[in-house]
């Protein structure tokens, strides 16, 4: 099972820039790994998506703000934010889910992230 731990959130004004990163405890080669967004009060939501390939998908909320990349070598995948708005401001979870074995799907525990002034 892999373990994921996030860190980097914190509060910033708007305007501002955060850059999320997630460690997985082993190799995420095979991996689609991917970064969710909770508001308050809302569900879970998908931010951006970088495939075992590298191919990114971003949700029209991040498109031009945000940038998604892996580093296979470190076992990691990070989470530039920038120009960051009061919306923005939600839990953000690391997600893996294997490429070939879909219930393989694992969630880091969360960081905080707010956007105020």
């Known amino acids: 099972q892999v373990q994921l731990v996030e860190s980097g959130g914190g509060l910033v004004q708007p305007g501002g820039s955060l850059r999320l990163s997630c460690e997985a405890s082993?190799?995420?080669?095979?991996?689609?790994m991917a970064w969710y967004s909770q508001p308050p009060g809302e569900q879970r939501g998908m931010i951006a998506i970088?495939?075992?390939?590298?191919?990114?998908t971003y949700a029209d909320s991040a498109k031009g703000r945000f940038t998604i990349s892996r580093d296979n070598a470190k076992n990691t995948v990070d989470l530039q934010m920038d120009s960051l708005k009061p919306d923005d401001t939600a839990v953000y979870y690391c997600?893996?889910?294997?490429?070939?074995?879909?219930?393989?799907?694992?969630w880091g525990q969360g960081t905080q992230v707010t956007v105020s002034s």
């Open positions: 997600n893996a889910r294997h490429s070939r074995r879909l219930d393989w799907n694992y």
């Open positions: 082993e190799s995420i080669v095979l991996y689609t």
């Open positions: 970088i495939s075992a390939s590298g191919a990114t």
